[in-house]
Structure formats: C-alpha cells, structure tokens
C-alpha cells in the first residue's frame, strides 16, 4: 500500500517540478517553495517509513545494490555540509543551499527506494517529454509573439523581447536550456523504448523541436555538451550514427532553404554566430568575468585549507573578499567549481568518483545488457552524462534546480534497477 502511494507521489512531484516556480509557488522570503518542494517532506518521512519498517532487509540488500555508492555519496555529502555550518560566515545563504542539498538528496533517496522497475522508469521519462514539449510550444509563443506570461523580472524582459530569447516558466534563458536537453534525452528514451510506430514518430518530432529550441536560446554551454554529446554516441553506438546523420542532413537541407528565402534569418544567424562561437576575455565580457569568478573562488578554497566555505559561502566571500573583479556577479556559474568552493576537495573527488562510476555503469548496461529496452535506456543516460558537464558551466547555479535533481535521481534509481537485466554484477 505504502509503495503504491508512494509511487504515485513520485510522478506527482516530476509533474510538479516541470511547472516551474515562477507558475505555482509561495514565496518563503529567501526562495520560492515550489509544489515539488512542498512534496519533499512528505517523501522523506516515506523514505524513513520504507527503511523503519524493515531495517534488517534493507542493511543486507544495500550493499549489493550497483546503486549504493550514488546514495551514500549523498547523504555523505549532507552530512558534511551540515558540520560545515560552524565555519560558514553567512548562517543565512548556508540554511537556504542546504535547504535545496537536503531536497535534492531526498528526492535521489526516495526514486531509490521505491522505484523498482523498468517500466516505471519509462513512465517518467514520459512524463518528462510531455511536460517539456509543453514548455518548447511556450519558447516559440514567446519568440514569436514577444509576450512573457511567467517572466517577472522587468529588468531582462526588454533584454529577452529584444532579442527573442524564450525562458518559459524558469528563471532565466540558461536554466530554460538545460530543461530543454533534459527534455531531448527524455524524448530520445522514448523513442528509443517505444513499441508504437505512432509514438516514434511523435517523440522524433518532439526531439527536432526541442533541439531547434535549445539552439535559439544561444546557451553556449548547452549547445556545447549537446554537440560533444552527438559525436561520442555517433562514434559508440552504431544504431544512433545513421539516425543523427540522417537527422543532421534532414535539418541541413531545411536551413539552407529558409537562409536563402529569408534575409532576416540571414541577420540572425550572423548575431548567433557571433554570440555563441566566440570566446571573449577582454574586461567587461561574460567569459572575463566567468574567469575571474573561478580564479577568486580558488583563492577562497586555499583560504578555507580546502575544507570549503560552506553551502552559500560563495556569494558571501565574492562580494566582501573577491581579488578579481567579477562587475557585481556572485554566483560561480560553473557547477563543478561550485562544489569544489563551496563544499572543499573531499566531497568534490568524491562526486568526481560517483560521476565517472555512474557514466561506466550506464555505458556497461547499454553494452551488455539481455534487455534491449535496460540496453537503449543505458545508452540514452550515456548520452546525458557525457553533455552534462560542459552544459552545467552554463546556470549562475543549479542546486536549487529540481529538475537535474529529479533527471539525476532517475538514472540512479535505474542504476539500481538495471542490475536485474545483466550487465552490472551485483557487487559493481
């Protein structure tokens, strides 16, 4: 009874955290609780019920999950941030990063615990399309007829209107980006898992829509990791190299044909060009200050003797202690640094490991696998993992993002799943 609730629950709250914040949430002073996040509690105290109720199963189980290091590296890594507080300077920015940590860990904890097929896992990654396809019909209404609905900030709405950047329901243009790859590997599982010709064919629409979306938003990092991602499953996997290559003619064709007929396309693509493909560190520029934000934050490590500034500390130490200027930015927009800075060497190497570990995992399933869906689904987490650590350089941060926590607690909850299927030994 429990793991049917809490199943449900479970795709209740990836609905919730696709809505985005700026839609459904109450503004707590120092952030928005969201939906999802009011779901969180909630999951929590099933996770302790689920672990409560048979704590000698779970102990014996745990340790032969492939799963179990991904887990525990995180509840590690709250615990440590936790201890962090004594030597934090600002109590403030540490309760509110610990506060989105503490979310994050029990949304991977809980899809650990109680999902426990694959078919579950399909269903999310569903529910993922569909909820994103929602929000690239949102970015074209929105560059097309110049009307923002969710965006709140006046000071980027002229900046987005003038250049016709769709941000939907996020934050900003990048934390849209990022939605949207999650959205394009989402929709390639479903294609890749489908049964139904009428589904592939929509999920292949899907995906081109989604990857012409996360073109016009011009989020460098994402179109990066997007490409590296490309090239490495082209060079990997023979059944996607004709399917990319046929896409990438197909798309070829199209825009040579609309650059021809349209001259402001033309002007566009010149400022795109421009924009995205070079690289700027003269002062005043995005990289000049993206530099000086990474330099400053390894002095602060040293500062710290490795140990970090704690959850929040970043901003903190940049506006009262930076060397380098950074012309009023405080957050690292670099997601790696991010945790170097503000968590210390220990936790960053221990996420370094669990990263690599997770990447081997997923490619040995899309590998060996006896279960071709276990097989296709490895290959599309492949995928992701492979673009994802250029494209987090990208967000001013994203430990507050509930949706790269969710798309990370699915593919760890299939980490465990997939030893089922072959592929992984159980003491991997």
């Not at 009262?320 to 960053?348: C, K, P, Q």
């Not at 570990?357 to 590998?367: A, D, E, I, Q």
């Not at 760890?412 to 992984?424: R, S, W």
């Amino acid at each position: 009874m429990a793991d049917r609730f809490m199943q449900k629950l479970i795709f209740l709250y990836v609905i919730a955290c696709c809505i985005g914040p700026a839609v459904l949430s109450v503004n707590a002073g120092f952030m928005h609780v969201s939906i999802g996040r009011m779901l969180q509690p909630i999951m929590f105290v099933m996770c302790l019920y689920k672990i409560m109720s048979h704590p000698k199963a779970y102990c014996l189980q745990m340790p032969l999950k492939p799963n179990t290091y991904s887990v525990c590296f995180f509840i590690l890594w709250l615990l440590y941030a936790l201890l962090s507080c004594l030597w934090t300077l600002d109590r403030y920015s540490w309760l509110r990063g610990y506060y989105f940590l503490f979310g994050g860990v029990v949304v991977i904890l809980a899809f650990s615990l109680y999902l426990d097929s694959v078919k579950s896992i399909k269903h999310l990654l569903a529910v993922l399309m569909w909820m994103i396809f929602a929000h690239t019909l949102i970015g074209y209404y929105e560059m097309l007829s110049g009307n923002y609905f969710f965006l709140s900030d006046l000071s980027r709405l002229g900046v987005y209107q003038a250049y016709k950047i769709p941000v939907s329901s996020m934050n900003n243009v990048n934390d849209y980006a990022m939605l949207i790859m999650i959205g394009i590997y989402s929709t390639l599982a479903v294609h890749m898992t489908s049964k139904k010709r009428i589904m592939k064919a929509v999920s292949m629409i899907f995906m081109i829509m989604m990857f012409i979306m996360c073109v016009l938003t011009r989020s460098r990092g994402i179109l990066f990791g997007l490409i590296l991602s490309m090239v490495i499953g082209s060079l990997l996997y023979r059944q996607l190299r004709r399917k990319l290559l046929s896409l990438a003619i197909l798309g070829l064709m199209f825009f040579i044909i609309a650059l021809i007929m349209l001259s402001s396309l033309r002007e566009y693509v010149t400022g795109f060009c421009t924009e995205v493909f070079t690289f700027n560190v003269k002062e005043n520029s995005s990289d000049f200050v993206r530099l000086n934000l990474i330099l400053n934050g390894l002095l602060f490590l040293m500062k710290n003797l490795l140990m970090g500034t704690g959850l929040g500390g970043i901003e903190y130490y940049m506006q009262n202690y930076a060397v380098l200027d950074t012309l009023g930015i405080m957050n690292m927009h670099n997601w790696w640094f991010e945790i170097l800075v503000a968590s210390g060497i220990f936790i960053f190497c221990g996420y370094c490991f669990f990263y690599v570990r997770l990447l081997n995992h997923m490619w040995r399933c899309s590998k060996h696998s006896n279960e071709r869906d276990v097989s296709n689904l490895g290959m599309v987490m492949v995928g992701f993992l492979t673009a994802f650590p250029i494209a987090s350089i990208s967000s001013s941060s994203i430990m507050g993002a509930d949706i790269i926590w969710t798309y990370f607690a699915i593919i760890i909850a299939f980490e465990g799943i997939a030893t089922k299927y072959g592929g992984m030994s159980d003491t991997t």
